[in-house]
């Protein structure tokens, strides 16, 4: 059952939580990183099994996300089903970091506190674009 909360934002963070596609997810999944970060886990608490690479099955219903095998958050029905089907734990990992991009990045240890530091030009969808287009080679006019 979900519980609605109401939070203060300033103008800043306004901004930030406006660009973001699920707001509430985000802040679901922030505060379970913390969470888990405060009670120093770096070890699964669940049944690891084999056909998910010796890590928790990665949705289990009323269950809280496990940071220490699914990092980059928990995958969606439709990887993990495209996972069973092609047993590609690596693609499972890569697909759940590009579906998951608007959570916390821990690779970059970049946090929304500072987030402000980090040169923009034209906000995420900007950046997004401009990322897409290097990786296929268009250059600007």
Request: charged content about 25%; hydrophobic content about 35%; overall charge positive.
């Amino acid at each position: 059952m979900r519980k609605v909360t109401t939070i203060s934002l300033d103008e800043k963070t306004a901004a930030i939580a406006k660009s973001l596609p699920n707001f509430s997810h985000f802040v679901r999944e922030c505060l379970l990183r913390h969470h888990a970060s405060l009670m120093n886990v770096d070890e699964c608490p669940f049944n690891r099994v084999e056909r998910f690479g010796n890590r928790c099955v990665p949705r289990v219903v009323n269950r809280p996300h496990c940071f220490v095998c699914w990092p980059h958050g928990k995958p969606s029905e439709t990887l993990v089903k495209n996972f069973l089907a092609h047993q590609d734990l690596e693609r499972l990992d890569e697909a759940t970091k590009s579906e998951n991009w608007h959570l916390l990045n821990l690779d970059q240890n970049i946090t929304v506190q500072n987030s402000a530091e980090i040169a923009s030009n034209g906000g995420v969808k900007a950046n997004l674009w401009g990322r897409i287009k290097a990786k296929l080679g268009y250059q600007q006019k």
